[in-house]
């Protein structure tokens, strides 16, 4: 079992940064998939970040990409997503979601139901 704590939201202006962190415990292993999705008022929930939590190649959603970056410092089981440059759109509530599989990019999955655990969630709100 893997449990997820999701922190660092806030209310910030656009153009501020925000550092999102989520803490893993439980047990996680090196061939997992660490993922950031957010979800908007009255929209689906989308992709934005992911990567091997044994480290390698991430991937980010064109949406975000060049603002928001995604990181793990596996010594102290915690994922993080800086997200730069904010913008009234990226009001949302951030998950965490960590999948049990993980063979190579592919498996970076966009696909929030290929996950298998997520957190509660920490809200980010941008104002104009």
């Known amino acids: 079992q893997v449990q997820l704590v999701e922190s660092g939201g806030g209310l910030v202006q656009t153009g501020d940064s925000l550092n999102l962190r989520c803490e893993v415990s439980?047990?996680?292993?090196?061939?997992?998939?660490m993922g950031w999705f957010r979800q908007a008022p009255g929209k689906e929930r989308e992709f934005v970040a992911a990567l091997p939590w044994m480290g390698g190649r991430t991937d980010t959603a064109d949406s975000v990409k060049g603002r928001f970056y995604i990181s793990r410092l596996s010594s102290k089981n915690t994922l993080y997503l800086q997200m730069n440059s904010l913008k009234p759109e990226d009001t949302a509530m951030y998950y965490c979601a960590a999948r049990e599989y993980y063979r190579d990019y592919k498996s970076l999955s966009h696909q929030s139901e290929e996950y298998d655990y997520w957190g509660q969630g920490t809200q980010v709100t941008v104002s104009s």
């Open positions: 439980g047990r996680i292993l090196s061939g997992y998939v």
